[in-house]
């Protein structure tokens, strides 16, 4: 059962009695290679699936307590593993609501389809209208009945961990839990404490503690170094750390197996630390070269005998903590690496011997990304127990997965954002316009939805929809959807809202296939440069869409009845909305002022400018209005990891230099990694945004005043000052998001924006 929600605390010694009976065996064991250590309770009985005959519906009532405390007495929550397999029944007259469900995963499914088709209602990632719901919810006209078409739903990219914040509380991990069982989610990427069972396996071959310690980089940025891409920066991990990011990924691997949802947890794959060969007999291992400016870790050859034998010592340390699953994660050789003289396909042919050794028939699945997974990794591979998570099916055209990997079982997939970018949009027509088609052809191997954005919580629309995809038998009509999508945001049908989200998926989310999947970030978040395109290297260098869509429905917004305008669901889109169409004017203000600069016109040079400024001013002031867009948030959980000021500093460090230099200057220049991970929050605006554009004019300006060329500034030296500050910033908001939505649309006149 899961346990107790309570986090343990960071600035005091660990109270013992307060860790899981498995972890407290491990720590009192005091050598890696005690025999003695005893699993979580139920941990060998749970592998990721529900009971075939019943499950307890307690931890579904307690996901429904939290999501609707004044409502969730007048639902009846009942077990029906008979339905078959994902499958729901929602029936009921008014104020008794009965849901029926395969799982408590898919019970709550049948509670989201109430809320979204009944009720009227939205639960978003962010905001919702629940608010707005009546004291004594609507009937069912008539039993509804509803089956997954695909088995596998699966969520969460490998970053999701980094960029969405590594340093959450259980509570917050929780809440996504919910809210991804609400959207028919079954199968979850678990990555918190994925560091313990290399930790804990390594020592029994030839590596301190302190070793491990300084090789494994900080929450922020281990989830590259899971992919075999760096190491070490952002550290050292305390054994405190270790130990509580553990307990935490345990708790939330717990917290899955109770609602029926697969755990997926990261498999081994050979990653080592250096000089691994020198210490162990009989062991092969490759250096795998840079990774944007890392040394990447070595990789063990899977088919040297010292493979099997510390995969076991892996899996079984991992099994102690997070239990047993059914799924596993694992990508080889991830955006490069070397193969050396290693045989690719025997090498992943003992990786899933390896597995299948700790867990028979666990399933393997991998990301479909660049050029991954290889021919030869498939053919060395039982691939009916591999899963191909498709990061590219909405990005590219002319794609023929069952040719390309060989009728291997794959996942439809989407990743909308990359490093948690705040930009609104995804590429939504495309993937109505391939789901169904992909699923019906000839021999399809199509199996699944991989929810993979690079960082969750931003495009509540995107999430609801691609979600959805998986419950709805015929196909989707995008106008159709969008249209109730924008009458159960904010509560009930507002012609205003249908005309703002008319105009938000005629542009923002009609965006096409081609080249990209993700819209434009911000030139105000840009490292400065009179010929920017974009901040991040490697995001769109334009707009996707017609800048003015956002700016109408930034008005429309505006107009949304005063009524409906007290849900969390309203104030974060129009907040949303206010900064997307201030970033999109970025656009079109810089080419002004650098026109005005070749024109050595000082007068209009400096009135742009100062206009430029104002907006990034005005840009912090209403993301400071939402919970959502703070950087005191992300700054603060960093800090209340450490236990002490020096430990505190250093987390801090990790999580703002994943914003802004990301990893060191190689990996910031060279890597082109700078500013990948960039977003419109407050706090980072002004403090780091804002401030570099103002020392980049005040050159400009000189340059025109004193007829010189302008001087250089080191931005990478700027950026890493901005990283290794301790700045306090608040972490909740202030100011009224409506006055500031209407002072941006009045800044922003809607012939200026195109």
């Given at each position: ?11 005091r ?43 307890d ?7 429904l ?35 029926r ?18 009720a009227?209602?939205?639960i ?24 997954a ?32 069982a ?16 290399y ?30 891409n ?19 990924g ?14 997926v ?22 250096a ?75 399933l ?6 660049q ?35 060989g009728?291997?079982p ?28 992909w ?8 199996a ?16 609801d ?41 005629k ?61 969390s ?14 970033a ?6 810089l ?19 100062a ?21 005191g ?40 990694l ?27 300006d ?16 700027f ?27 009045a800044a ?7």
């Amino acid at each position: 059962m899961p346990r107790s929600g309570r986090r343990l605390p960071a600035t005091r010694p660990v109270a013992l009695a307060a860790l899981p009976a498995a972890l407290l065996a491990v720590i009192c064991a005091g050598s890696p290679a005690r025999a003695d250590v005893r699993p979580l309770a139920g941990a060998h009985a749970h592998t990721g699936a529900p009971s075939a005959a019943t499950f307890d519906t307690a931890p579904a009532r307690a996901a429904l307590e939290r999501l609707l405390p004044r409502h969730a007495g007048q639902f009846t929550l009942v077990p029906d593993p008979a339905a078959g397999a994902d499958t729901f029944t929602v029936s009921g007259t008014a104020g008794a609501v009965t849901v029926r469900g395969s799982t408590g995963a898919t019970l709550l499914t049948g509670v989201g389809w109430y809320l979204q088709h009944v009720a009227g209602a939205d639960i978003g990632w962010p905001g919702d209208s629940i608010g707005m719901l009546p004291s004594r919810l609507p009937a069912v006209p008539a039993p509804v009945t509803r089956s997954a078409q695909v088995p596998h739903r699966y969520a969460l990219n490998d970053t999701d961990d980094g960029y969405s914040g590594p340093y959450r509380t259980f509570e917050e991990h929780q809440r996504q839990i919910d809210l991804l069982a609400l959207h028919g989610i079954n199968e979850v990427f678990v990555q918190v404490g994925a560091e313990y069972p290399y930790y804990r396996a390594l020592q029994r071959f030839g590596y301190s503690a302190e070793e491990l310690r300084q090789w494994i980089p900080g929450p922020g940025h281990q989830s590259w170094w899971l992919l075999q891409n760096l190491s070490g920066f952002g550290g050292p991990v305390t054994e405190r750390l270790v130990r509580e990011r553990a307990e935490l990924g345990g708790r939330i691997a717990e917290q899955l197996r109770g609602l029926g949802m697969t755990p997926v947890l990261p498999g081994y794959f050979g990653t080592v630390p250096a000089g691994f060969a020198a210490r162990n007999a009989g062991a092969a291992t490759v250096a795998q070269g840079d990774w944007a400016g890392f040394d990447r870790p070595d990789w063990l050859d899977p088919a040297s005998p010292v493979f099997a034998k510390l995969a076991a010592a892996y899996y079984a340390e991992q099994r102690t903590v997070f239990g047993d699953s059914s799924m596993y994660r694992m990508s080889p050789l991830h955006e490069g690496g070397r193969t050396g003289s290693v045989d690719v396909g025997a090498a992943a042919g003992a990786i899933q011997g390896a597995l299948h050794a700790a867990h028979p028939g666990a399933l393997w699945a991998v990301l479909g990304w660049q050029d991954d997974p290889t021919a030869e990794l498939l053919a060395g591979v039982d691939t009916s127990k591999l899963l191909i998570l498709d990061g590219l099916s909405d990005r590219y055209n002319r794609l023929d997965r069952e040719t390309r990997w060989g009728g291997a079982p794959y996942a439809m997939g989407t990743i909308y954002n990359f490093g948690g970018h705040t930009t609104i949009g995804a590429n939504t027509s495309v993937w109505l316009e391939r789901f169904g088609p992909w699923r019906a052809k000839n021999n399809s191997a199509l199996a699944g939805i991989a929810y993979l954005p690079e960082a969750t919580g931003t495009n509540p629309a995107a999430f609801d929809l691609f979600t959805d995809l998986a419950w709805d038998a015929g196909p989707i009509d995008q106008r159709t959807w969008f249209a109730g999508f924008a009458a159960r945001r904010y509560g009930r049908p507002d012609a205003e809202a249908a005309a703002a989200w008319e105009e938000m998926r005629k542009g923002p989310y009609s965006t096409s296939s081609g080249l990209w999947s993700e819209s434009q970030d911000s030139l105000f978040s840009a490292r400065p440069s009179l010929s920017a395109v974009g901040a991040a290297y490697w995001s769109p260098k334009s707009m996707r869409y017609p800048a003015g869509s956002v700016r109408r429905a930034l008005d429309h917004l505006l107009r949304v009845d005063p009524a409906l305008r007290r849900s969390s669901a309203y104030r974060f889109d129009l907040v949303d909305t206010a900064r997307q169409a201030l970033a999109n004017h970025s656009r079109v203000l810089l080419p002004k002022i650098k026109a005005a600069y070749e024109a050595k016109d000082l007068a209009r040079f400096r009135t742009l400018t100062a206009e430029w400024q104002d907006g990034m001013r005005l840009l912090d002031q209403v993301t400071g209005s939402d919970p959502n867009l703070l950087l005191g948030t992300w700054l603060s959980r960093a800090r209340s990891h450490g236990a002490d000021r020096a430990e505190q500093d250093r987390y801090e460090y990790d999580a703002r230099s994943l914003l802004s230099v990301w990893g060191r200057r190689s990996t910031s220049e060279g890597g082109f990694l700078h500013d990948y991970a960039n977003r419109e929050w407050s706090g980072l605006i002004s403090e780091l945004y804002a401030r570099r554009w103002t020392a980049y004019f005040a050159t400009l300006d000189e340059a025109l005043v004193g007829g010189a060329a302008p001087r250089e500034i080191d931005w990478h030296a700027f950026e890493e000052e901005w990283a290794g500050r301790t700045t306090r910033h608040p972490d909740r908001p202030g100011g009224d998001p409506y006055r500031l939505a209407t002072a941006v649309a009045a800044a922003l006149p809607a012939a200026a924006t195109g």
